[in-house]
């Protein structure tokens, strides 16, 4: 049995000398201030060596100067174990506290003189020591030390494990629990759980937080890269920027381009210029020599309208006299006139006879038969004449309607023939207009149709299709060079796969038997542990101490199970010792078993070994597997990356081609509507020009027909004219010849009527009346009458010759000058419409002329003005930069000009920059989104800055080219697993003592029920909850992970596409980043198995219930207080007991109480039995001694000479 057994002070504060034996309950009884603190003082301090957990207040002297205050002051606490006793010391030394074993029990005469007087020194002791023979430790000057001695902590220091009271590592329970008791300090759950925690074993379980936190304090940041990686935005990013890298290849290919086009733009100008200058001096003598015709022509027309325009002066002069005279003859009366004048002839012979009539009526010699037959024949004869006068003037008549008719013909044909002369030419200059502009019209149609049928641009056309043409051809060899590069590609990456599964497979066969070797073994391991660590409390360790020969008789027949249970509780007995339960067996043909905590260290040490082989040839697995990944790399890596470089840069070049060939039939394109905006222009134009011929035509075919039309009937209105005229001649004619008639029968019923009344005359003279005198005055009247019409006819007749000239000259002529005025008006007409119309042509050949001199003019200018600006601007940075793109320079037109090439290499410059910017933003804030040290070893934004938008491009093309995601995904994936399995094994292994400290507490629940001597508190309990720490919750949701998903963990994707399996994966992300944030918050580096578990308590006492609690302050009264917490104290230290020390529990501890005089002496007496059934000592001390006997020792102290406390001992049981 292991106990302090006994503490000796020499001069030790006030107390010179005193022996104090503490093999079981100890009292200290005296008046207050007597020391009896002091004394229980110097036992706590053995079990706590800490100086201010000792309840000495600050202003009180030091522990050391009060306990210690001599060379010669020592304490000596005695030990005793099953092999003996040793003692340890404590001295002053420096002001300081040291302490010094030495393997005996105490003696007087190793510290003083046989006088008494005590040692200054410790040679002196070390003198009488080694003189004895007895072993003397070295120096031991810190604290932790000494307690690291006497509870066994210092497994690897040999030389002091004789001075172990106990043997385990969480010692700081026991001091501290007992220290609790001395100063009545508050127990919490917390003292509770770690006293419970302490006593599973002897080795402190925890997690190292700042190891999960290493774990994952890049886990997250290398998660959030690859994520950030392959989230769809930043792919798109990636790719966008990609597609940048391939617009500034493109610009380059521009600056090529503007290169070629600016640079041949020179040679074109200059051999243009010379041409022009001389298109510009031909233009020029053309436009010279048109100039004049026009004005030869010009001066021409003037001429000719100048004589037409005369006759038409000359002719609207006749004109106007033909109209005035006519005016003047109808004020005249003409016609009345020129009738009595034509009258003239029948009118003398009508005088003549009127005058012979009135001759023969006077005559007196005839007579009146012969008479009257005169005047009769007179009047037949004067008809005759009459009647022949008449019809000679109807011949007349006649003739002059003959001539009438004559002149009319003569006249109209003449009329007729100028109408065709006029009429000719002006159809010969609308024919010969006509047939100039159905030929203009047909050249038209023909141009239109050329125009149609032409292919504008057609060189430029061919020349892009060209291209095309050998782009397409490239695209579909590279096309073609790329599938069966990617499928070789394919066959390298199956055959690299097969290899590999090949080797996997092996590896996965070698490691399922090692897995199976290792749990074999990790059973046998954790059976022997679990063997080891309860060996003290087992029937073989009882049997191996109690019973030597157990193994000829009892280890024969035994089950190995029930050697190694340790709640068998075995006894020596005394009768029947060779029976087993009544019955004699004879052993001795029963082969002997050899068990022994040796054997069964030295099984374990072959099961580490074994297992150590194990993880060594599943490393040399692992490893092979690694080399093996890394030869099959080696090994189609390089194959793969070729082709793979080779698909890329043929994808990029087909992809360039793909858009140079967009590029190319955008240009056909361009090309085809540019020729068809350009066709369709012309067309416009010559369907315009066309339709305006056309109109010419139909305007000169209505001109045509209208002049037919018109030719027509002017000749059908002169023919009528010409009718009329003629009508009205036969009319007046047929008036006169009507009126002749008239007269004649007039004349001829006159001169009838005339012979009727000379019948009738005769007839009365013959009856002789006479003469009629009446007649005679009517005769004399009509011959003064026709005389006075001959005298007017003789006024008149010059009138009428006059009518008559004019009439034939002019009036007559009328219609003719009016007929004649239109022929020359329209011969003045068509000739200032032909003069128009060639005028036209003229001057529209002049214009065009002009016009194409002033083009080229200007085109001279601006071609030397675009050469001169050329020259000022040659030297330009960034045409000096655009010299890098040179190559091969041909004389070109182009479309645009050296200004606009100019301003296209600024802008493809500046495009070709701000393309970069885009690209460095993209890049950099790509980048940014990654962590500086990214699992993606991406380069840093610095390296963007240093090394180029292009260069960094380049390299995460090849990161995307050479899928190196998917290794780095590999890696992290097996890390993943690592950290699950890691988190989880550690979380299982932390946790599963959570039912073994379950069992304590029911224990500790039991064992209040069984062993409580104490009536005032009438229960005492535990109880285990959950644990409120949030990275325990977190802890466990990860072993959970881990038990549901072990199967997989091993090929765990956090990237997979699988939506199951991703979620559950993500799930366990975010648990392990809610670990990470939960241990950032925590003030603590280590979790402890405490902070997996949560107890609360509850104290019943004289009717009172706290309720389940955490902590225990002031319980009822505080004798009350005192006795309920040294009670817990106590059963907690039982606990620790119980389980603390796995080598051996033969030990007893002891609980220190001050003022014990403040319980009820039932109470203290059943604290005293509650200790005693525990294996505790109970050491106390108050000023009143009771109960007596229920003490094994009672001390007494009290003040001697000089202030120096005596000890006595009263009682002794022992």
């Known amino acids: 049995m292991r106990t302090l057994n006994k503490v000796i002070l020499i001069h030790c504060a006030n107390i010179p000398y005193a022996e104090i034996e503490l093999d079981s309950n100890c009292h200290f009884g005296g008046t207050q201030g007597v020391g009896k603190s002091t004394i229980l003082r110097t036992l706590l301090f053995f079990y706590n060596a800490d100086t201010k957990k000792l309840g000495i207040k600050r202003e009180q002297t030091r522990f050391v100067d009060w306990y210690l205050k001599n060379d010669n002051s020592y304490i000596i606490y005695e030990v005793a174990t099953e092999r003996g006793s040793f003692c340890v010391v404590l001295f002053r030394a420096q002001s300081k506290v040291q302490f010094r074993f030495f393997d005996s029990r105490f003696e007087k005469r190793f510290f003083m003189t046989e006088n008494g007087e005590v040692f200054n020194h410790w040679n002196q002791i070390r003198g009488v020591l080694d003189k004895e023979g007895i072993g003397l430790s070295k120096v031991i000057d810190n604290y932790t030390t000494y307690r690291d001695i006497i509870y066994g902590a210092q497994q690897n220091q040999r030389e002091f494990k004789k001075y172990n009271l106990l043997e385990t590592k969480q010692y700081g329970t026991i001091y501290k629990t007992i220290q609790s008791v001395y100063l009545n300090a508050d127990v919490s759950a917390d003292d509770i759980q770690k006293i419970i925690i302490d006593s599973l074993d002897s080795e402190e379980k925890y997690i190292d937080l700042n190891t999960y936190s290493h774990h994952l304090s890049d886990f997250e940041e290398q998660l959030n890269d690859i994520d950030e990686y392959k989230k769809e935005k930043n792919v798109k ?481 002169k023919r009528k004219e010409k009718t009329r005229r003629l009508n009205q001649y036969k009319k007046e004619f047929q008036e006169k010849e009507n009126s002749i008639r008239s007269v004649i029968e007039n004349y001829k019923q006159e001169i009838q009527k005339a012979i009727e009344v000379l019948i009738e005359q005769k007839n009365e003279e013959l009856s002789g009346k006479g003469v009629d005198k009446q007649h005679l005055e009517k005769l004399s009247l009509q011959i003064k009458n026709y005389k006075a019409e001959l005298d007017y006819i003789q006024q008149h007749q010059k009138l009428v010759f006059e009518y008559d000239k004019d009439k034939r000259e002019l009036i007559d002529k009328q219609k003719t000058f009016e007929n004649e005025v239109l022929h020359e008006e329209e011969k003045l007409n068509n000739l200032v419409a032909e003069f128009t119309i060639a005028l036209n042509v003229l001057e529209e050949k002049h214009k065009e002329v002009k016009q194409q001199l002033f083009k080229i003019n200007q085109s001279i200018q601006t071609y030397a003005t675009e050469l001169k600006v050329y020259a000022e601007q040659k030297g330009d940075d960034k045409l000096i930069a655009l010299e890098e793109y040179a190559t091969t320079v041909t004389s070109l037109e182009g479309d645009l000009t050296f200004d606009e090439l100019h301003r296209k290499v600024y802008q493809t410059f500046d495009a070709l920059e701000e393309k970069k910017n885009t690209l460095y933003t993209k890049l950099k804030n790509y980048l940014g989104k990654f962590s500086i040290n990214s699992v993606l070893k991406f380069p840093s934004v610095e390296e963007l800055e240093n090394k180029g938008v292009r260069e960094i491009g380049e390299r995460l093309k090849e990161f995307v080219r050479e899928d190196k995601i998917s290794e780095i995904e590999k890696i992290f994936n097996e890390r993943f697993a690592n950290i699950i399995n890691i988190f989880g094994t550690e979380t299982q292994d932390l946790l599963k003592k959570t039912a073994e400290i379950d069992q304590v507490i029911k224990k500790i629940n039991k064992d209040f029920k069984l062993k409580n001597f104490v009536s005032a508190v009438t229960n005492i309990e535990l109880k285990l909850e959950e644990s409120r720490n949030s990275i325990i919750s977190v802890l466990k949701r990860i072993k959970e992970f881990q038990e549901e998903n072990n199967s997989s963990l091993g090929v765990a994707n956090l990237f997979t596409l699988n939506k199951d399996l991703n979620k559950i994966n993500r799930n366990a992300v975010k648990l392990l980043k809610y670990l990470k944030d939960e241990i950032g918050k925590s003030k603590t580096g280590k979790l402890l198995l405490s902070d997996t578990i949560h107890i609360l308590f509850k104290i019943e006492e004289n009717g009172n219930d706290t309720g389940w609690i955490e902590k225990l302050r002031n319980v009822g009264s505080e004798g009350t207080d005192i006795l309920v917490k040294a009670m817990l104290n106590i059963m907690l230290l039982n606990v620790f007991k119980k389980g603390a020390s796995r080598k051996f529990d033969d030990f007893k501890l002891h609980i220190i109480m001050d003022e014990i005089g403040k319980l009820h002496s039932t109470n203290v007496q059943g604290l005293l039995r509650f200790a005693n059934e525990r294996n505790i000592i109970v050491l106390n001390g108050s000023p009143e001694t009771n109960n007596q006997l229920d003490y094994g020792h009672i001390y007494h102290l009290e003040k001697g000479n000089g202030h120096k406390t005596m000890v006595k001992q009263i009682i002794s049981k022992v």
Request: net charge negative.
């Open 237 to 717: 990013t990636l790719e966008q920027s990609f597609e940048v890298l391939l617009e500034l290849d493109d610009m380059d290919s521009q600056l090529y381009s503007l290169y070629n086009q600016l640079y041949s733009r020179e040679k074109w100008l200059n051999n243009q210029l010379p041409a022009l200058k001389d298109n510009a001096d031909l233009l020029s003598q053309d436009e010279v020599k048109l100039s004049d015709k026009i004005d030869h022509e010009k001066s021409l027309h003037s001429k000719r309208k100048e004589t037409i325009t005369s006759k038409i002066s000359v002719l609207r002069d006749n004109l106007k006299k033909a109209r005035e005279k006519k005016k003047y003859y109808q004020s005249q009366n003409i016609h009345e006139v020129e009738r009595r004048v034509k009258e003239r002839p029948s009118i003398e012979i009508k005088l003549k006879n009127l005058e012979s009539e009135e001759s023969s009526l006077t005559s007196q010699y005839q007579d009146i038969e012969v008479k009257y037959k005169s005047l009769q024949a007179q009047k037949e004869a004067e008809q005759s004449v009459f009647i022949q006068q008449k019809e000679a003037l109807k011949g007349e008549l006649k003739d002059k309607l003959i001539e009438q008719e004559r002149g009319l013909n003569q006249e109209y044909e003449q009329l007729f023939d100028q109408l065709d002369e006029i009429n000719t030419d002006k159809r010969i200059g609308l024919q010969e207009h006509f047939s100039i502009i159905q030929n203009n019209n047909s050249e038209k149609q023909i141009e239109i149709n050329e125009c149609r049928n032409k292919q504008f641009y057609q060189s430029e056309i061919e020349g892009v299709k060209t291209l095309l043409q050998k782009g397409i051809a490239e695209t579909t060899a590279l096309e073609q060079e790329v599938q069966k590069s990617e499928q070789e590609i394919e066959g390298h990456r199956k055959s690299w796969k097969h290899e590999l599964e090949i080797y996997q497979k092996e590896i996965e066969n070698g490691r399922a038997n090692l897995n199976q070797r290792f749990e074999k073994l990790t059973q046998t391991k954790k059976g022997l542990e679990g063997k080891i660590q309860k060996y003290n409390h087992t029937l073989l360790a009882w049997l191996t101490n109690n019973k030597k020969d157990w193994s000829d008789n009892i280890g024969k027949v035994i089950d190995q199970d029930l050697l190694f249970h340790d709640e068998l509780n075995p006894q020596l007995l005394d009768k029947l010792a060779t029976s087993f339960y009544g019955m004699g067996i004879d052993l001795k043909s029963i082969e002997g078993r050899s068990f022994s905590l040796s054997l069964l260290e030295e099984q374990l040490k072959g099961t580490l070994s074994e297992i150590e082989k194990v993880r060594k040839e599943s490393s040399e697995l692992d490893q092979g597997l690694i080399k093996k990944e890394q030869s099959l790399k080696k090994k189609y890596q390089p194959q793969i990356n070729k082709l793979k470089s080779f698909v890329e840069v043929s994808k990029n070049t087909i992809k360039k081609n793909k858009k140079e060939k967009e590029h190319q039939e955008v240009l056909i394109e361009e090309w085809l509507d540019k020729g068809q905006k350009e066709k369709d222009l012309q067309l416009s134009q010559l369907n315009t020009a066309l339709n305006s011929i056309q109109l010419q035509l139909e305007d000169l075919k209505q001109q045509l027909s209208s002049f037919e039309a018109g030719v027509k009937q002017q000749k059908e209105v």
